[in-house]
């Protein structure tokens, strides 16, 4: 839930300023693998449209996404005909409706380790909301301060362990689904160096809450086993560095991830994109 929320953010802008004109960008990363597209739309000089789809597979500590379209969108108010100094407010959404996933489940027994690995189905769907205070404090300075609200599900079809030469504690695992709050306080800087070199830094402190697991095991010799999921807190940070080759054109390289205790851990996404300004 937590990687497909990273990745989901780069299509809402995350590292782009708050404010700036509309635009069209088409990227690819790795770390996890994604490419995809995604830009801005002033709808009146108050309302923006932030969109993207992307193609992602990524994977860490025994799961593995081999196939998720992952599609974003969010509208940005910003109170323009305040100042250079104002509120803004963002609510959207992260859907990816269909994921190929496939989990390696590993135990040790008298007789030696045993390692099964299944494949499955899966969905995950985020909603959030976001208030904001923005600065320009210059022509090639904006900073913003910002809290945001999270409500992560992910949905898993049920499956049971391949069979295996030696599995004495098989399992199967029925339909269920996961999900968690969150909650963070983050701040990002934008400048502009020499006319040409736009950079971009943005980082916060997230805070998961209300978190439950609803993806239950029936497990030979155990019976059923239902899981918990306890709530943790972690930092999650961002970058651009972009280039304008010409006008209104840029060439980004950008990173994204997170640093924390498992299982969200330490993870980095960096890519490279070409945004067209206009």
């Not at 995809?36 to 789809?53: C, D, M, Q, V, W």
């Not at 205070?133 to 992560?152: G, I, N, T």
């Not at 924390?260 to 070409?274: C, E, K, M, R, Y």
Request: glycine share 14%; proline share 4%.
């Amino acid at each position: 839930m937590i990687t497909n929320r990273v990745l989901g953010n780069v299509l809402l802008g995350v590292n782009e300023q708050v404010n700036c004109s509309d635009c069209i960008s088409a990227f690819g990363s790795a770390g996890s693998f994604s490419a995809g597209i995604h830009g801005r739309k002033e709808l009146t000089p108050n309302l923006s449209l932030l969109a993207g789809l992307a193609y992602t597979q990524y994977g860490e500590g025994g799961y593995n996404i081999t196939s998720a379209p992952v599609g974003a969108f969010a509208l940005r108010y910003d109170f323009t005909d305040w100042g250079s100094s104002r509120p803004f407010f963002d609510v959207g959404t992260i859907l990816t409706p269909w994921e190929k996933a496939r989990y390696t489940r590993s135990y040790n027994t008298s007789l030696g380790p045993v390692s099964v690995t299944s494949s499955t189905n899966a969905a995950n769907y985020a909603v959030y909301g976001r208030a904001g205070w923005m600065s320009r404090l210059s022509p090639r300075d904006e900073v913003a301060a910002s809290v945001e609200v999270w409500q992560l599900w992910q949905r898993v079809s049920g499956y049971a362990d391949n069979t295996v030469a030696f599995n004495p504690f098989d399992a199967s695992i029925a339909t269920g689904t996961d999900r968690t709050s969150l909650i963070k306080i983050g701040g990002q800087w934008t400048h502009l160096f020499a006319g040409n070199i736009e950079t971009n830094i943005n980082g916060g402190w997230v805070q998961s809450f209300a978190s439950h697991s609803g993806i239950v095991a029936t497990v030979t010799g155990d019976g059923m086993v239902v899981p918990t999921m306890g709530n943790q807190g972690w930092f999650e940070y961002g970058g651009r560095l972009g280039f304008r080759v010409q006008k209104g054109w840029i060439v980004d390289l950008f990173a994204n991830g997170t640093l924390g205790p498992q299982p969200v851990g330490n993870t980095i996404h960096g890519g490279v994109g070409l945004r067209i300004s206009y």
